[in-house]
């Protein structure tokens, strides 16, 4: 299944991931919702290996793009957990060179 064009609802914060499966490259978007209460001011995102192994973290950030490039990923699946304030989703990425 395609999930691109699902959208994460996290903690007052929007995210979109595309493209999924990735080859050199993922972009997330994310889009702060100002109706939101208690919207987080940041959001952190951390891609895990199936191995539970951490292979990419942004700290706190609200950037609202980031291009995170999967060349050196080796093809698989992996998971990508979105936090923002006490709230954290996780989506499922998968890498295909």
């Given amino acids: 299944t395609n999930v691109s064009g ?3 609802n996290c903690g007052g ?3 979109s991931i595309s493209p999924n499966p990735s080859d050199d490259y993922v972009d997330i978007t994310a889009t702060k919702n100002e109706q939101a209460e208690n919207a987080s001011e940041y959001y952190e995102v951390k891609i895990y290996n199936s191995l539970k192994v951490a292979v990419y973290e942004t700290g706190k950030t609200k950037n609202p793009v980031l291009r995170i490039n999967t060349k050196q990923l080796q093809n698989g ?3 990508i957990h979105f936090t923002a304030g006490k709230q954290t989703e996780v989506k499922q990425l998968v890498v295909s060179h």
Avoid: H
Wanted: aromatic share 56%; net charge neutral; charged share 0%.
């Fill in 6 to 8: 699902s959208v994460i």
């Fill in 13 to 15: 914060w929007y995210f």
């Fill in 77 to 79: 699946i992996y998971f």
